[in-house]
């Protein structure tokens, strides 16, 4: 019987001898059976096996069954994994005669273990030092392992990541801290809590969750069940991947709103070519009937109430330009509080509508300091809309303080106060950086107060965000003197003495009839002998033979425009080319006011009053 078992036996007496082996035993050593009978283990398997096997033989003669466990060598060179069972038999006097030996192979599976607890090493290596946060729970709720990116994304002590830490500890430990969810209540008994708790986090299933935490970090959550009823959970930090995502939106909403901008400056163009044509019109006869009324006081007030409204239009359009203007800076001498009506303007509807009362100190005496008019404009409608949007979350009062002051350097201190809900002091310091908003998704691009440090900066002056005493949040601007430059410079230079002589004559073209008549009243009112020109193309044929001391021509006509007939001019009648003024009501385009620097000759805006006609006419005779 022993001789067809698949077990290896074999039975050696109380010297050690082997008395017996079975087939399978002499194939696993590798030598005939009856090259085994007979002979020691020393002689069988060497002598350094039979040191090893020794002490395990005389504890089976002793009368105990020995286990062991252990790799071995055989004669024929092979290394084995074995387990040796050494089974005492006794004799028939009842002592120990000798003993069993059964041998098991479990090289194969001792080698699976092996490799599977290499493995096992190497991926709780990889798992416990990567940046990611992984958390494995047996079925029973107990740690199986808790890695070092897990500990530290939220804080956790070291202690509990050992193996065996039962999940309830966790939960313990976030409540001790503080960290609720929305749903519960703090005033709960707390083990009820952490027992809903863990038998939430146990029934889910495989789920990819999203956590805000409180320090603003988000954390993308992914649960996945285990064979056997574990659960494997991993974290990762998508703060940064969500902020950039948040700000790809962003700049894809400011790009459609430049887009959008520019779609709307080229509309603008029109409408102000538009609206300054009949504007002008209303300006240029209200002053003159203002110089007719005489004595009227009646006659007087009503055009003076015709010309002022007029006038508030033609600003409106001029700050719209203004804004959508795209053009180096300019420096001219500006007082600020020129700079907040234009603003008011604009937005001053949207503040009394939102019932924000608005209170000014803009003493009269302030200087004027030489800055970009219209990029200033810009900046003050930014912060006015950015209060008013604030103060939405107000309940009334809602108020908005705007103030000014002057410099020991002669420039000027601005400051724009609400007292709506404040900047949070973290945020303060990033306020001004692109594409940062504290506003909802959707209702800020966080690029105006970054355009608005922009210009500051530009202009050598500085903006800060402090906390309005009393709540609330003011911007504060200082603006330096500045130096004007461009045609600002000439501006603010010395202005040229008048020229005593008369304008002879002059020749206005406009396609537009009423504007070219109104200002040959003008002219005519001062003593000149006036023509008029429907376009370019009735102009060139009265100039091809003619002298005339002044031209003042239209920009944009049908045809041969205003800067064609200066082209056609320079080529043919250099001298007259001098003697022209350009009139437009349109300078949007960047590319227009290039070629009108280029030209070198005086640009008279509409809507424009007689004084600005006469002033800018004489100028160019005292240049002639």
Request: charged residues 25%; hydrophobic residues 45%.
């Amino acid at each position: 019987m022993l001789d067809r078992t698949f077990a290896r036996i074999a039975f050696l007496d109380r010297a050690r001898i082997h008395r017996y082996v079975n087939p399978e035993y002499a194939s696993f050593v590798g030598v005939p059976a009856e090259a085994i009978v007979g002979r020691s283990v020393a002689e069988v398997l060497g002598e350094e096996a039979a040191a090893r096997l020794e002490p395990l033989g005389a504890r089976a003669l002793a009368g105990e069954t020995v286990r062991w466990l252990g790799w071995m060598a055989y004669p024929d060179g092979r290394r084995r994994y074995v387990e040796r069972v050494y089974h005492p038999v006794p004799g028939s006097d009842g002592s120990v005669c000798g003993y069993f030996a059964i041998v098991r192979d479990l090289t194969d599976l001792k080698q699976r273990e092996e490799e599977l607890a290499r493995r096992t090493a190497q991926l709780e290596a990889i798992l416990g030092h990567i940046a990611e946060g992984v958390n494995i729970v047996d079925a029973d709720g107990r740690v199986v392992l808790a890695n070092e990116g897990f500990l530290r994304m939220y804080g956790y002590p070291a202690e509990l990541g050992a193996p065996g830490t039962p999940l309830a500890d966790f939960v313990r430990h976030r409540l001790a801290q503080g960290t609720y969810y929305a749903h519960e209540d703090p005033a709960e008994d707390r083990e009820a809590l952490v027992a809903r708790r863990v038998a939430a986090l146990m029934s889910v299933g495989n789920e990819t969750v999203e956590e805000q935490r409180p320090d603003g970090r988000i954390f993308e959550v992914r649960r996945r069940r285990l064979p056997d009823g574990g659960l494997l959970s991993t974290y990762t930090d998508v703060t940064a991947v969500r902020e950039a995502e948040r700000e790809v939106r962003t700049q894809r909403e400011a790009m459609r709103q430049a887009e959008r901008l520019s779609a709307l400056g080229s509309l603008l163009a029109g409408v102000a070519h538009e609206l300054n044509n009949p504007l002008s019109i209303v300006v240029a006869h209200a002053t003159l009937l203002e110089d007719m009324a005489g004595a009227d006081p009646t006659l007087v007030t009503r055009t003076r109430k015709i010309r002022g409204a007029a006038e508030r239009c033609a600003r409106i359009v001029q700050t719209f330009l203004g804004l959508a203007r795209r053009r180096p800076p300019e420096r001219r001498p500006v007082r600020i509080a020129d700079v907040v009506e234009a603003a008011f303007d604009l937005v001053g509807y949207a503040l009394r509508s939102a019932g924000v009362a608005v209170t000014r100190d803009l003493p009269a005496d302030l200087p004027a300091i030489a800055a970009d008019g219209d990029q200033l404009v810009q900046v003050m409608i930014n912060l006015l809309t950015n209060a008013q949007q604030a103060l939405q979350a107000r309940e009334h009062p809602r108020r908005l303080a705007i103030a000014a002051r002057a410099t020991d350097a002669g420039g000027i201190v601005l400051s724009v106060a609400d007292n709506g809900p404040g900047v949070a002091a973290e945020a303060r310091a990033r306020v001004f950086d692109p594409f940062f908003t504290t506003k909802p998704e959707g209702m800020g691009t966080g690029v105006g107060l970054s355009l608005c440090r922009g210009i500051v900066t530009a202009h050598g002056g500085s903006i800060t965000l402090e906390e309005t005493p009393g709540g609330g949040a003011t911007v504060r601007i200082v603006l330096p003197p500045g130096r004007p430059t461009g045609e600002g410079a000439a501006e603010a230079a010395e202005p040229q003495s008048l020229v005593t002589r008369r304008l002879r004559t002059a020749l206005v073209v406009d396609d537009e009839p009423e504007v070219g008549a109104v200002l040959a009243e003008i002219l005519r009112a001062d003593g000149m002998a006036v023509e008029t020109a429907a376009d370019g193309a009735v102009a060139q044929a009265l100039l091809a033979d003619r002298e005339v001391d002044l031209i003042l021509t239209d920009l944009r006509m049908p045809g041969v425009d205003g800067m064609a007939l200066h082209r056609w001019l320079a080529e043919t009648r250099p001298a007259l080319a001098r003697r022209v003024v350009f009139v437009t009501g349109d300078r949007i385009s960047t590319a227009l006011d290039l070629a009108l620097r280029e030209t070198g000759r005086p640009v008279l805006a509409k809507p424009f009053a007689p004084a600005d006609v006469r002033r800018l006419v004489r100028a160019v005779i005292g240049a002639a």
